[in-house]
């Protein structure tokens, strides 16, 4: 008889085939192995919302049952891949703000991590900017939640910058925020860019931010004491 899961949303489409044999699929797997199988068949232009149970767990090498040892069914492990690519993709930029001395070079080296993200082989990024907009409201929620951990962690940033630099900036939460949203949304758009506009694009996109916190250091310069 052909093997049945729980899942029944994944099994409407699956072929009616006889199972495959079982050789080939591995006898141990665990949650990470089945986060990076789902991470390798989302791309671009794919999201994790189309993804099959049985197609991850083909990817993975195993059963399709083996697969609820690990995960509830295929929106748990979505949402879990969110939050691990966004816990990644805060490392990556916060190691460039990290080591940043300069309004300047704090800039520049997001940006560029951000770009590095967008050229690179991992799929972070993609998979942050996609489901924030095209996503079932689970997974926007899941994105949200990773796009509020880049703001307080970049409004703790502007403000060591600002104390280190002698610029305080006006409304430092505020400002996170316009640049966290900006980022994502210009990253969307440079992502759909032939490689060889991406790099003027970049350009562009730091010159905006450069703006946002121009501006929230003269607004700063001239707020009135209270």
Do not use: W
Request: proline share 5%.
């Amino acid at each position: 008889m052909p093997e049945t899961t729980p899942d029944s949303r994944t099994d409407s489409t699956a072929p009616q085939a006889k199972p495959r044999a079982s050789q080939g699929r591995r006898a141990v797997i665990s949650r990470e192995d089945l986060i990076s199988a789902a991470l390798a068949l989302v791309g671009p232009n794919r999201s994790v919302s189309t993804l099959s149970l049985r197609e991850v767990a083909r990817e993975a090498g195993i059963a399709p049952n083996s697969f609820y040892r690990h995960f509830r069914d295929i929106d748990e492990l979505a949402v879990t891949l969110i939050d691990e690519a966004g816990s990644a993709l805060r490392k990556i930029i916060g190691g460039a703000r990290t080591r940043a001395v300069s309004g300047k070079s704090v800039v520049r080296g997001s940006i560029e991590s951000v770009m590095e993200q967008l050229n690179g082989e991992q799929k972070f990024l993609h998979l942050l900017m996609r489901e924030g907009t095209v996503g079932s409201n689970a997974f926007k929620q899941a994105v949200e939640k990773q796009l509020s951990f880049f703001e307080e962690e970049l409004c703790t940033d502007l403000i060591r910058l600002a104390d280190i630099n002698k610029h305080p900036i006006c409304e430092p939460e505020s400002v996170a925020k316009a640049i966290t949203r900006l980022i994502f949304a210009q990253g969307a758009a440079i992502a759909d860019l032939p490689e060889d506009q991406r790099d003027a694009a970049a350009e562009q996109m730091m010159l905006m931010v450069r703006m946002i916190l121009v501006g929230s250091q003269t607004m700063a310069s001239r707020r009135p004491p209270l």
